[in-house]
């Protein structure tokens, strides 16, 4: 059964001339006739709509499972609990991730736009429509340096011995070493080590007096980032990593020429591609010698661990940062949704399957990490790592180990190139659709050179990561860029939608493209259990709030300043954009004028008046005929716009 056929119109007769395309028609007389959506092309050509059925799906699987679900989830997992984590894992899932994710895709598919004019249905807070574009922006500068490290190492893959196996090059210092100093047993003055290596009295002591770095750490430190002592000395910019950058930024531009016509073909590739890498590494790592401790150090349940309220805070952070709500990537992608495409369904599949892959991922890390541990005699919890120094440290020293290490090095770096990348698309895509949709009359006709311009500047503010100092600069902003901004957008979003613009208009909007109200689940979710959730986020994740450091290095309190301006810079929009709405946009007492501002605008509903045409009392018409799209007050001429005002 047709979706409209679950909508209040009666049916006409049969199309006389045969056609497939069946006719509906209100009871109220102005609204006219509606036709069934013809699936072959574009339902919104202005704008364009996602060409097959499962883009959307895999642009938001691909976008929410990142880097972090293999570098982050499996070191939280093991750190708060083992399995036992998965139980605030789940509830924060279903409480917190899957509800933001369904608002989001429910809130731009039926506004048909992105995270900017889609702030219509409250004009008082479009800012936070502004907020989230700028930190997608800034996020999206330095999370394609992620990309640019791993083209490096996966150009340095292909050879016949990784150059970070051994300590015989010419970026090795004196504190390289490939033995470990950490257990063993004396005897006759002789240190032997678990994996039979001896050494004398003389050289033990020479070792102890040094602090020891592995091969694959100085690969990082030394050979690729070159790094100085802090942030007080970026550095030069390191022109190899340059050159990756650039690589990375033409990479995201040729993926994303043509918005969701170009990402929605690569998706099928780079969102499926790392399940099949996992599977692969998962079965090999199965089959290495210490596997099954790393394993059961990762699964095995520690109860105890429920009792810290830290422990139900990081769920709820990996939880939050790991889907990706607020960002505006998964309100864009549902804008390229077919009116009536039910993304609800999406929503909960996406959610579920984003955590299972964590899970999934964890498996086969945590083989690779008690390989590793068994090799060098240390104990996992030694060995085990999160972010970069998993990825670019823990990770590669396993592989090196392993027999054919370049093949293994290569398959890994490039999985993490699908993975960073579309995540990369999700953001991007978010930025340039909210720019142009705010701002059609302008960017629309010239979006392609708009997108390139867009690449060349965050090509450019990304060098700053690519100094011998980046990697400080790089961990300031990624612990401080998002946090604040992110959790006020989310907030803001719950408590506009469910009671500012109300539950019943809202549930109308999804009844309109879906044929159903919501359920009261999502109900008392989206209305008191997220946004409390969202809350106890906030206060959980600063509460934990500490010093920062980095490999030793201790940022000064003028860098915890500048983290901080990166941080409230976004949020700013807010209250900027609020009084100015406020003093130059509205008219009428302070009473009058913010009654102006906190109703929906007279443009805000779907963005198509066929569909307006559904619920017409509530959206009249905004063209000359039932295909206009209007997504400008300036598109509207001044008549009309007194009309809707």
């Not at 970070?164 to 004396?186: A, E, F, H, I, P």
């Not at 039979?196 to 602090?211: A, E, P, Q, R």
């Not at 429920?306 to 990706?324: H, K």
């Not at 979710?525 to 500490?546: D, E, S």
């Given at each position: 059964m047709s979706v409209l056929d679950k909508l209040p119109f009666r049916k006409k007769k049969e199309n006389p001339e045969g056609q497939d395309n069946v006719a509906?028609?209100?009871?109220?007389?102005?609204?006219?006739?509606?036709?069934?959506?013809?699936?072959?092309?574009?339902?919104?050509?202005?704008?364009?709509?996602?060409?097959?059925?499962?883009?959307?799906?895999?642009?938001?699987?691909?976008?929410?499972?990142?880097?972090?679900?293999?570098?982050?989830?499996?070191?939280?997992?093991?750190?708060?609990?083992?399995?036992?984590?998965?139980?605030?894992y789940c509830i924060m899932?279903?409480?917190?991730?899957?509800?933001?994710?369904?608002?989001?895709?429910?809130?731009?598919?039926?506004?048909?736009?992105?995270?900017?004019?889609?702030?219509?249905?409250?004009?008082?807070?479009?800012?936070?429509?502004?907020?989230?574009?700028?930190?997608?922006?800034?996020?999206?500068?330095y999370y394609n340096v992620i990309i640019t490290w791993v083209l490096f190492y996966l150009f340095s893959s292909f050879t016949s011995t990784l150059p970070?196996?051994?300590?015989?090059?010419?970026?090795?210092?004196?504190?390289?070493?490939?033995?470990?100093?950490?257990?063993?047993?004396?005897?006759?003055?002789?240190?032997?080590?678990?994996?039979?290596?001896?050494?004398?009295?003389?050289?033990?002591?020479?070792?102890?007096?040094?602090?020891?770095?592995?091969?694959?750490?100085?690969?990082?430190?030394?050979?690729?980032?070159?790094?100085?002592?802090?942030m007080d000395d970026m550095g030069h910019i390191n022109w190899e990593l340059a050159l990756c950058l650039l690589l990375g930024w033409i990479i995201v531009y040729l993926c994303i020429l043509k918005g969701i016509k170009t990402s929605g073909r690569v998706v099928y590739f780079t969102a499926t591609f790392p399940y099949l890498v996992l599977t692969i590494l998962l079965?090999?790592?199965?089959?290495?010698?210490?596997?099954?401790?790393?394993?059961?150090?990762?699964?095995?349940?520690?109860?105890?661990?429920?009792?810290?309220?830290?422990?139900?805070?990081?769920?709820?952070?990996?939880?939050?940062?790991?889907?990706?709500?607020?960002?505006?990537?998964?309100?864009?992608?549902?804008?390229?949704?077919?009116?009536?495409?039910?993304?609800?369904k999406d929503a909960v599949i996406v959610s579920v399957a984003n955590s299972l892959t964590s899970v999934y991922a964890g498996f086969a890390i945590f083989c690779i990490i008690g390989f590793l541990s068994h090799h060098l005699g240390v104990p996992v919890e030694d060995v085990a790592a999160s972010g970069p120094s998993l990825a670019f440290e823990a990770y590669p020293e396993a592989i090196a180990r392993l027999p054919g290490a370049p093949f293994w090095s290569i398959i890994f770096f490039f999985m993490l190139i699908t993975l960073g990348l579309d995540s990369q698309f999700g953001m991007m895509e978010g930025v340039i659709s909210a720019l142009v949709d705010e701002y059609p009359q302008y960017l629309r006709k010239w979006k392609i050179f708009f997108t390139l311009g867009l690449c060349v500047l965050c090509y450019f503010c990304g060098l700053v990561f690519i100094t011998q100092g980046g990697i400080y600069m790089f961990t300031l902003i990624d612990n401080y860029v998002a946090g604040v901004g992110l959790l006020i957008v989310t907030f803001l979003e719950c408590i506009t939608m469910m009671w500012i613009y109300g539950w019943d208009n809202f549930s109308r909007d999804v009844e309109m493209m879906m044929g159903h109200k919501p359920?009261?689940?999502?109900?008392?979710?989206?209305?008191?259990?997220?946004?409390?959730?969202?809350?106890?986020?906030?206060?959980?994740?600063?509460?934990?709030?500490?010093d920062m450091e980095y490999n030793g290095y201790v940022y000064p309190p003028w860098a915890h300043s500048l983290g901080w301006i990166s941080c409230l810079f976004p949020v700013v929009f807010l209250p900027m954009y609020a009084v100015m709405q406020f003093a130059f946009y509205t008219e009428g007492t302070v009473l009058e004028r913010l009654k102006s501002l906190v109703r929906p605008a007279y443009n805000w509903g779907p963005s198509l008046d066929r569909f307006r045409a559904l619920d017409s009392e509530r959206y009249p018409p905004l063209g000359n005929g039932p295909d206009d799209v209007v997504t400008h007050p300036d598109d509207l001429s001044p008549k009309r716009q007194e009309t809707y005002i």
């Open positions: 509906y028609v209100s009871s109220n007389p102005n609204v006219p006739a509606l036709v069934e959506d013809d699936e072959s092309g574009d339902e919104n050509p202005e704008r364009g709509n996602w060409t097959g059925k499962l883009d959307f799906l895999l642009s938001c699987l691909g976008y929410a499972v990142g880097l972090g679900n293999l570098w982050r989830f499996p070191y939280l997992c093991f750190k708060n609990g083992g399995g036992a984590f998965l139980l605030p899932l279903l409480l917190c991730g899957v509800p933001l994710f369904a608002l989001e895709c429910c809130w731009g598919q039926f506004s048909s736009c992105g995270p900017i004019p889609a702030w219509r249905v409250m004009p008082l807070l479009k800012g936070a429509g502004y907020c989230a574009v700028m930190i997608s922006f800034f996020v999206s500068i970070w196996s051994n300590c015989n090059n010419y970026w090795n210092t004196d504190k390289c070493s490939q033995l470990n100093v950490v257990t063993g047993n004396w005897s006759d003055g002789t240190f032997s080590f678990p994996n039979g290596t001896s050494i004398d009295n003389d050289t033990y002591v020479t070792l102890t007096n040094k602090t020891l770095r592995t091969p694959s750490n100085e690969y990082f430190m030394e050979r690729m980032l070159q790094v100085t002592d802090g079965i090999r790592g199965a089959t290495l010698e210490g596997s099954l401790d790393g394993v059961k150090f990762y699964v095995i349940p520690d109860f105890s661990r429920l009792a810290d309220y830290s422990v139900w805070g990081q769920a709820a952070v990996q939880i939050f940062y790991s889907l990706g709500p607020g960002w505006g990537g998964l309100l864009t992608f549902a804008s390229y949704n077919r009116f009536h495409h039910n993304c609800l359920n009261i689940i999502w109900r008392i979710l989206w209305q008191f259990v997220t946004p409390t959730a969202i809350l106890f986020v906030f206060f959980a994740y600063y509460l934990g709030w500490g």
